[in-house]
């Protein structure tokens, strides 16, 4: 079953508060990795998106 977007910002945003590496804390929720630095690297480029929409 795929993710939403939903439910791949939920764990970024955790992560971001837990003060752990992206490995510990996937590792601590079961979260395999790659998937982790997917989800992660997707919300990057989303954000970057984002500024460059509000700086236009």
């Known amino acids: ?3 939403t977007k939903t ?22 929720n079961g979260i395999p990795s790659g998937s982790f630095r997917g989800w992660l690297a997707v919300w990057i480029r989303e954000q970057e998106g984002d500024q460059r929409n509000l700086a236009s």
């Open 1 to 3: 079953m795929r993710k």
């Open 7 to 28: 439910d791949k910002e939920a764990p970024i945003r955790k992560w971001e508060r837990s003060g752990l590496s992206q490995a510990d804390y996937c590792r601590k």
